[in-house]
């Protein structure tokens, strides 16, 4: 999984559209996975924490929804978000469902992707990834 530089409190949103599998505690920390849609047997399953869940088990949520807050902890990481991308048991790497020019330069604001138009700066040309909102709010991406 990557972890995600995020100021706890921000918005944590659904990369695409999806059926959330799980919402609630795990050890102690808010988790959310969320089922994409059309993705094959198993689907692809994005997960998320610490999140202050604000959606339940079962609920059908678009690209960009908000799942729940970063929620802040003791932990290693205590300013971030784990996220996750599984299909079954086997990890992913949550960041092969991003496009690549969102991946090449810097701080980075995550977006939901799968069908979703790329966005376009004020002035026309393609957003830089600092100027994209997203899966959530960060200011950077962590190893």
Known sequence: HEHLAAVAGTPVRAVAAGRVSFAGQVAGRGVVSLELTGTGDPPLRTTYEPVEVSVKKGDEVAAGEVLGTVRPTGSHCAACLHWGLLRGDVYLDPLS???????????????????????????????????????????????
């Open 97 to 143: 469902l991003l496009p690549p020019w969102l991946l090449d330069g810097g701080p980075s604001r995550l977006l939901p992707v799968l069908g979703i138009p790329l966005p376009e700066a004020a002035d026309g040309r393609a957003a830089s990834a600092a100027e994209v909102a997203g899966v959530v709010g960060v200011t950077g991406l962590t190893g």
